[in-house]
Each structure stands twice: as C-alpha cells, then as structure tokens.
C-alpha cells in the first residue's frame, strides 16, 4: 500500500470554480502534512501546511484536515489560469521522511 | 536570493562517469533531504542530513550514491559510474528544524541526462 494516494487527474474546472483536491495516507500517527503546487519543469513549492483536524484557510486556498478518515483535501476557490499544475500531497510518517503523493494534474479552463 | 540553490540546474554524463550534485540550504536551515523525481512520476526521498551527519538514508541505493553536508560549504549528491536509469531531476530541500513540523522548502533542481 502506498503511503500517500492521490487521483492523479486530469481534473478540469472552469475558471472561477472551486477545484477540490483530495489525498488519502496510511499512516495513522501521521501529524503533519502539505500541499506543494509543482508546474511543469520547475520545483515544488509549499502552498499550505496544516497540524490539526479541521481547515486552514489561506487566500483562495483552504486546506482540510480529517486524522480520523486519513484524509486530506484542497479547496482552491475562483480558480484561475494561472493555477493549472499538478499538486502534490505531502505527509510526514515515522521518525523522520516526507512521502508524496504522485500529484494531481490541475487544468483551469478559462 | 535566500532560497535553496542547485547547482548545475543541468548535468549531462556519459554512462560510467560521475555525477555531483550541490545544494545549498536557505539562509538558517541547517537541515538537508533529496529527492528524486523520475518522469511523470512523484518524489521519492533518498536522504536527509545535517551538517556532517547522515540521519536517514532509506531512500539511497545502497551502492553507487552517496551524501555528504560537511561543516562548511553545501550539500553534495554524488553518484558514480551512472546508468541510464539514473537521469532524472534531483530536487535538494531545506527545512529549519528536523521536527514533525518539517516544512520543506525545495530548490529548482538539477536535471541529469545520462547518454
């Protein structure tokens, strides 16, 4: 079983739609976990963290948290052009690594 | 620019030579990983480090790779005697402490095409 799963899309949302982004890991004493938004040919770039149960909202960006489900979500709202990417899941599990999901490829379509 | 650096960003070999890999944290972080992204695949961790230890290197093939973050100067990635399977893009990523916080904050990469 991998440690983190994720749909690996494509997902195409209209622009000014809500994309929602999910991201299950197996883990239950994970306690940290990202959300990273990588374009094609460049680095990943951390978009959100989130600790405990609930949301965090940033910007246009909320990050949902459920430990019990080993579940975790992106919402990204009015999504625009400029958000298609792929997004990668990002979970700490045992001492010390960091396990990617294989990213879910975001087109918005204007 | 206080970000993580790469250098080079692109590194071509010939099967059997060697690579080097470098990384230089952000300013503060005292705390290295690499990674290893194969096409249209995801990032696959190799090691972690601090200055002048190796903490976990689970993710390394056990010959031909090694790490290093000596006490002054980057990070190195070398790999030896490449194959062809090897070409890939390695990402270097720094975080300011080895907590269950951990963000990681990743470099622009280099590119490695073995001919």
């Known amino acids: 079983q991998k440690e983190v799963e994720q749909n690996s899309g494509p997902l195409s949302v209209p622009e000014g739609a809500i994309a929602s982004l999910n991201c299950t890991y197996s883990d239950r004493g994970s306690q940290s976990f990202f959300w990273y938004r990588q374009y094609s040919g460049k680095s990943p770039e951390l978009i959100m963290s989130i600790y405990s149960n609930g949301d965090k909202e940033d910007g246009r960006f909320t990050a949902q948290l459920n430990k019990a489900s080993q579940y975790v979500s992106l919402l990204i709202r009015d999504s625009q052009p400029s958000d298609s990417a792929t997004y990668l899941c990002a979970v700490v599990a045992g001492a010390n690594n960091l396990f990617f999901g294989t990213g879910t490829r975001l087109t918005v379509i204007p | 620019n206080a970000g993580v650096m790469q250098n080079p960003r692109h590194l071509v070999r010939r099967r059997g030579q060697e690579a080097r890999l470098r990384c230089s944290p952000m300013k503060g972080h005292s705390h290295v990983y690499w990674y290893r992204q194969l096409p249209e695949e995801g990032l696959k961790f190799m090691v972690y480090?601090?200055?002048?230890?190796?903490?976990?290197e689970s993710g390394m093939p056990k010959e031909r790779f090694s790490a290093e973050f000596p006490k002054e100067g980057p990070s190195i990635l070398r790999i030896q005697q490449v194959v062809r399977g090897d070409s890939a893009a390695y990402f270097c990523?720094?975080?300011?402490?080895?907590?269950?916080?951990?963000?990681?904050?990743f470099g622009p990469g280099t590119r490695l095409t073995v001919t």
């Open positions: 480090l601090q200055k002048e230890n190796i903490i976990d």
């Open positions: 990523a720094s975080s300011l402490a080895g907590t269950l916080a951990r963000e990681q904050y």
